[in-house]
């Protein structure tokens, strides 16, 4: 079979299409404005695998327009050139539509180049993003396009696809297919959302699948080897990375221990236990915190040992400081401390040091006032004694609110007590 699967499967219609049916359901917005035929600038912002291509292709033929398709990986603005010089031609009579894919990897002048053609009208253009266009796409684009989101799809939506590619193959082999109990279900879950990762996986299926001339017999056991990592969607450096990792913090935050190993999982997975750790030890000091500091010295041991371990054995500590995270009590106290601190200082709050705290060992000839008067709190009762230690500017100033929790109340009455304060 010379063509891929993947392109032999592809849907011809808007009905054909799996999954985006926020998008291309009835009466739903980019359905409509295919049917119109009338095409803006738009941008196609989602993971790859999920039919940002064919809705493009399905836009071209709707509207009769001549498509050229430019990769952002290696296209040129030369290439954009000799494109928009096809609309003085016979292929422009209906217009021509640009598909420009991963359209974040041109840089800020190669993305500039497009805005005369476009704003003139010249071309359409419909450009595709895997990462967040408000990040990675000049905002001169931004402003002049319609922003679509297409979202992964789910094993249910994915499975008429999967079916479909099966029966292709057979029929292209002349031969009857059975396949185990598993098999569809295993793939739909295994492909995280994307369509042609499920058919080039349904391929890979066939072709080692057990031939006796007549039948091919589709194996569990085989599809299993065929997917033994995950193909969840996961890159270090784009939107997916930093997605897991503010949901483990979330549900760190939250007190959900079960949705907090399921992130950890992902990372662990993914083999990213730098980024996993990193994120606990901050989650130790910025969720959990004063209600309970031991959290700290806890997750930078495990944290330790799973770089001393690595992978496997590195996702036992890890999880142990993640449920511990989760189960523990929770305060920001101390950071949105040091948050209002920093606000004031970037306000100018800032104030000469009080006498007393300044580092004088003696006073030169003509001082106003001679002497430190700094009172060593060491030689007084309960080691306190009352002295002014902020800026006259913020004297009396509160950055510091005790927690609810058990902890910082505990800390909050002993030293009320001290302090003459308790009523």
């Not at 849907?11 to 054909?16: A, W």
């Not at 980019?30 to 196609?44: C, D, H, T, V």
């Not at 008429?160 to 793939?187: C, S, T, W, Y």
């Not at 008067?373 to 009352?386: E, G, I, M």
Request: net charge neutral.
């Amino acid at each position: 079979m010379g063509v891929p699967l993947a392109e032999i499967i592809r849907p011809k219609t808007l009905d054909d299409i799996v999954g985006q049916s926020h998008l291309l359901g009835k009466d739903k917005p980019l359905r409509r404005i295919i049917e119109s035929g009338k095409i803006p600038n738009m941008i196609f912002y989602g993971p790859s695998g999920i039919g940002k291509t064919t809705v493009a292709r399905m836009i071209a033929e709707n509207a009769h327009m001549t498509m050229h398709k430019l990769n952002g990986t290696s296209a040129s603005i030369s290439d954009i050139k000799q494109i928009v010089a096809e609309t003085d031609t016979f292929s422009g009579i209906n217009g021509i539509l640009l598909y420009l894919d991963e359209i974040q990897y041109l840089n800020k002048k190669q993305q500039q180049s497009l805005l005369e053609y476009i704003e003139n009208g010249k071309i359409t253009l419909i450009s595709s993003t895997t990462e967040n266009p408000y990040f990675y796409v000049y905002n001169a684009i931004i402003s002049r396009s319609t922003v679509f989101e297409f979202k992964p799809l789910t094993s249910d939506e994915i499975m008429p696809a999967i079916k479909r590619a099966f029966q292709i193959m057979a029929d292209e082999l002349g031969l009857k297919l059975r396949l185990e109990n598993g098999v569809l279900e295993h793939i739909a879950k295994g492909c995280g959302g994307d369509v042609r990762k499920s058919i080039n996986t349904v391929e890979l299926c066939i072709l080692s699948a057990d031939n006796d001339g007549e039948c091919l017999t589709v194996r569990l056991d085989n599809v299993k080897l065929l997917t033994q990592r995950s193909n969840m969607r996961y890159d270090r450096d784009g939107d997916q990375h930093y997605d897991i990792l503010s949901a483990l913090q979330k549900s760190i935050r939250g007190s959900d221990e079960n949705a907090a190993i399921h992130y950890a999982a992902r990372l662990i997975e993914a083999g990213d236990i730098i980024s996993l750790s990193r994120r606990l030890l901050v989650i130790a000091s910025e969720d959990v915190g004063m209600a309970y500091p031991l959290a700290v010295p806890i997750v930078k041991a495990c944290v330790d040992s799973a770089m001393q371990l690595g992978l496997p054995e590195a996702r036992i500590p890890l999880a142990e400081a993640v449920v511990l995270l989760a189960t523990a009590p929770k305060s920001n106290s101390s950071y949105l401390a040091m948050d209002a601190a920093l606000a004031d200082l970037k306000n100018g709050d800032v104030g000469d040091f009080p006498r007393a705290l300044q580092n004088k060992h003696f006073d030169g000839e003509g001082a106003a006032e001679r002497g430190q008067h700094y009172l060593y709190p060491h030689d007084y009762p309960n080691h306190w004694v009352k002295q002014q230690y902020l800026p006259d500017k913020l004297k009396g100033k509160i950055y510091y609110n005790y927690g609810e929790n058990k902890n910082e109340q505990i800390a909050k009455k002993y030293w009320e007590k001290i302090k003459g304060e308790l009523k």
